[in-house]
């Protein structure tokens, strides 16, 4: 059973689309994030919610728009894609209602824009 | 500005011998510290951590060494396997933080 699954695994789309990808955890976690690997393979933070909440938006476009249903399902939406948004996307959970717990990270998304 | 830095984006190890990677922040609110192993194509594994409160955390071949006053880490893989090639990141974490903060990475080769 996989523990954080996002879909889907590649993303390929010409610039202007927009393009969502799904994030889902069967973890029981209460926080859930978005990072994004660049080029330099950097991981960066984008987006952390705890229990539906977003608690962290860092210095991200406002193409970016983070979506959570529920506990168990964090989504990215992104509007009007450019060339530099090409990356690798990873969904992550954790449990921050127990202090110090390791992040869990999904297989990664890794979209790219012609 | 990275608070989480690995100066060695590559080692190259015999096989059975020790592998050690290393890590430095500057946070000093850092109170837990992780290492992840990532393959190609696929997301960071969790392996090790270890809380503020220990200077040293073992789990079979790999163990964690925090140096709190030097705000420095290492992973040290005894004896290093074939299996163990893949890129090694750091991260560190604040009971009160909302995010982890990532090293650049380390790739391991281990060479049969």
């Known amino acids: 059973d996989t523990a954080v699954s996002q879909t889907p695994k590649y993303l390929v789309t010409q610039m202007g689309n927009d393009k969502s990808i799904k994030c889902e955890q069967n973890l029981g976690h209460d926080t859930m994030y978005w990072y994004k690997q660049d080029s330099k393979k950097f991981l960066k933070i984008m987006f952390s919610?705890?229990?539906?909440?977003?608690?962290i938006n860092e210095t991200v476009p406002n193409r970016f728009s983070p979506k959570s249903p529920d506990k168990a399902h964090l989504n990215l939406h992104i509007n009007s894609l450019e060339l530099g948004d090409s990356a690798v996307y990873f969904c992550a959970s954790s449990r921050k209602d127990r202090g110090n717990s390791p992040l869990h990270f999904g297989n990664g998304t890794r979209l790219t824009v012609t | 500005d990275q608070q989480v830095k690995q100066n060695s984006p590559s080692l190259s190890v015999q096989e059975g011998r020790i592998s050690i990677l290393n890590c430095d922040y500057t946070n000093s609110m850092f109170d837990y510290f992780l290492w992840y192993k990532k393959y190609p194509a696929e997301g960071p594994t969790f392996l090790i951590s270890?809380?503020?409160?220990?200077d040293k955390n073992e789990d079979g071949r790999f163990t964690v060494f925090l140096n709190k006053s030097a705000k420095h880490l290492s992973l040290h893989i005894v004896p290093s396997q074939p299996g163990d090639s893949a890129v090694y990141f750091c991260?560190?974490?604040?009971?009160?933080?909302?995010?982890?903060?990532f090293g650049t990475g380390t790739s391991l080769t281990v060479i049969p």
């Open positions: 270890i809380s503020s409160i220990k």
């Open positions: 919610y705890n229990n539906k909440e977003l608690i």
């Open positions: 991260a560190a974490d604040s009971n009160t933080g909302n995010q982890f903060y």
